[in-house]
Every structure is written in structure tokens, then in C-alpha cells.
């Protein structure tokens, strides 16, 4: 009698939305913005958005940044994609209360450029 294997893939789909902090072009923008998806693709993460934001990064006080919070906040997406993790926001306070957050939430923050997910470190344990 020949037994048949089954096998059950064991590789999780991960759900996510991308965050481009651009302005340039809009052919530009699409670009990343395919680039983008292909590497989150390769890494089996599915992006249900791209948010593109054209406006300054100084700060976290911005309309996509919200509107990437509200993302996380659903409790429906595991992962933010980010090209750099300083498009989210160059004061070092408000990136480490995004990253807190993200922490809070379970939603890890991959970043391209550096090809890696960051978590928040607590100052007090060496981190940032």
C-alpha cells in the first residue's frame, strides 16, 4: 500500500501597510511604491496600503502618520514598511513614542534601508 505525505505549509502570511515620505515625483513615488510591495511580496507580507506622505517629517503630528497609527490601532495589520525608519519622523521623542506604540500593538516596523525590523529598547536597558 503507498502512503501519501500531506505537507501543510508552515509559512505565515503577514498582513501590512507601507509608508513612503516622499515629494517626488508621482512616477518616482510609484516606483518605490512597487519596489515596495515586491519586497514585502518576497518577505510574505501582504501591504492592504501604501500611504504616501509629501509633507515635512520634523514631527509625528501629521495627517498619514494618523492615519498609519489608525492602521495599527485596528489590530488587523502585523507589519509597517517603511524605506527609512526617520520617514516616519526625524525628533527622536516622537519616533520613540511611534516605536512604543508600535510595541504596545504588536506591529513590528520593518525598514528597507537598513533591511531590518527595530524595536523600541528601553534607554535604561542600553538602547537608544
Known amino acids: 500500500m503507498k502512503k501519501e505525505l500531506n505537507f ?39 501591504l492592504l496600503e501604501v500611504i504616501v506622505d509629501g509633507s515635512s517629517g520634523n514631527d509625528a503630528d501629521r495627517q498619514a502618520i494618523d492615519k498609519l497609527a489608525a492602521w495599527m490601532e485596528k489590530g488587523c495589520i502585523d507589519v509597517v514598511v517603511v524605506r527609512s525608519i526617520f520617514d ?27 533591511g531590518m525590523n527595530l524595536a523600541y529598547i528601553p534607554q535604561d536597558s542600553g538602547g537608544w
Do not use: W
Open 88 to 114: 516616519i519622523t526625524r525628533d527622536v521623542e516622537d519616533l520613540k513614542a511611534f516605536m512604543r506604540k508600535a510595541e504596545k500593538l504588536n506591529v513590528s516596523i520593518y525598514d528597507m534601508e537598513r
Open 8 to 46: 501543510i505549509s508552515c509559512q505565515r502570511k503577514y498582513i501590512g501597510v507601507g509608508f513612503i515620505k516622499s515629494r517626488k515625483s508621482e512616477g518616482k513615488i510609484m516606483e518605490m511604491g512597487e519596489e515596495m510591495i515586491a519586497k514585502a511580496k518576497s518577505s510574505s507580507v501582504e
